[in-house]
């Protein structure tokens, strides 16, 4: 298949997330030093590579949120602009974990590249404990708020929970939680689920998710629940025995996860993600700036469960 966008799409950007809202693409992703978060905005989704990155907020220098800023998602939620992310108060690691708690920055203006952005909210949910990764997405007439978490009494890093929010920075009822690491492929380096991200097609939603260390053990899993279903009824959810998306030596893709999705100009679904082009990292994987984001379309199978394929090679030109 002929390239349709250069790879990496956007170098050393992780944790990417692309937003397509009215006219406009917009992109954040987590930046080399965690110090900020920036937007970049686009009248089509090439456009994000030449697009001017806008820093619309940096990390003070002290207090809760002063380090370590990681995986921006921007959201358009009942007429507000809001930035979900995750920050941590030191770099310090205790009991195996960052400090890391989830935050939410809204701005009521109806350009958020340059209104401004209201004081940082902290978004409390059931555990005064390690999270992250949060995402939001319209259901059933709702706004539900999914993300990633450790809870004290499960072994692990992270776990994935779902609730319904009341407003942007504030869940509503008691959070479930949809999984955990129990699979080898979940749990090579690190027990974790993290980075979930969710689409709908025909009568199923899903939800896929990161899991493992993230080196070139990380890959995606997925989730899926009838649409008709009740999002908090855990029974009701189906979770896949096998990864989706996983390293591709022969292609020297490793890595590949923490997704979103959008769509191209012409409505077909793209996967958006981060992956290395090698594996022999220095020292901790996080600090190794070259998890670069990458594209790729993806199909769906005859079953309505999606194929995302293979994570193809780099290579930069385009037709």
Same mark, same amino acid.
């Given at each position: ?12 950007r992780?944790?990417p ?27 089509t989704?090439? =456009?994000?590579?030449?697009?001017e ?36 108060p ?17 701005c009521?203006?109806?350009?958020? $590249? ?17 999270s992250?990764?949060a ?9 539900w ?28 009822g ?52 009838d649409?008709?279903a009740?999002p ?15 390293s ?18 012409a409505g077909?679904?793209?996967l ?9 990292i ?8 070259n998890?670069?984001?990458? $594209? ?7 079953? =309505?469960?999606?194929?995302f =394929?293979?994570?193809?090679?780099d290579?930069t030109?385009?037709?």
């Open positions: 298949m002929t390239p349709d966008w250069p790879n990496p799409f956007i170098e050393q992780a944790d997330f692309i937003l397509r809202h009215e006219q406009y693409y917009y992109f954040v992703a987590s930046v080399p030093e965690y110090d900020r978060l920036e937007i970049r905005r686009a009248t989704l090439a =456009g994000l590579r030449s697009a990155p806008v820093v619309v907020w940096r990390k003070p220098e002290s207090g809760p949120f002063s380090e370590l800023i990681w995986a921006p998602e921007l959201h358009y939620i009942d007429g507000q602009w809001v930035i979900y992310f995750a920050a941590a030191t770099r310090e690691i205790k009991e195996g974990l960052f400090q890391h708690r989830m935050y939410a920055l809204v009521e203006a109806e350009d958020p $590249l340059q209104g401004d952005w209201q004081p940082c909210r902290r978004v409390f949910s059931q555990f005064d404990s390690f992250l990764d995402t939001h997405f319209m259901h059933q007439g709702k706004n708020y999914l993300w990633a978490q450790k809870d004290p009494l499960i072994p692990g890093n992270s776990n994935l929970y779902l609730a319904e929010l009341l407003n942007p920075w504030t869940l509503k008691t959070p479930v939680m949809l999984s955990r690491p129990e699979y080898e492929w979940e749990c090579a380096g690190f027990s974790v689920n993290e980075g979930p991200a969710v689409i709908r097609h025909g009568n199923r939603l899903f939800v896929t998710y990161s899991a493992s260390a993230t080196d070139e053990n990380y890959c995606l899993g997925i989730l899926s629940i649409v008709d009740d908090l009824d855990v029974a009701a959810w189906q979770k896949s025995t096998r990864p989706v998306f996983v591709s030596w022969d292609n020297h893709q490793y890595g590949p996860g923490h997704n979103s999705f959008t769509q191209d100009e077909r679904d793209v958006v993600y981060h992956a290395r082009n090698y594996t022999e220095e020292g901790d994987p996080l600090w190794d700036p998890r670069h984001t990458r $594209l790729k379309y993806f199909s769906w199978r005859e079953d =309505g469960t999606p194929d =394929g293979v994570p193809p090679a290579y030109s385009v037709p």
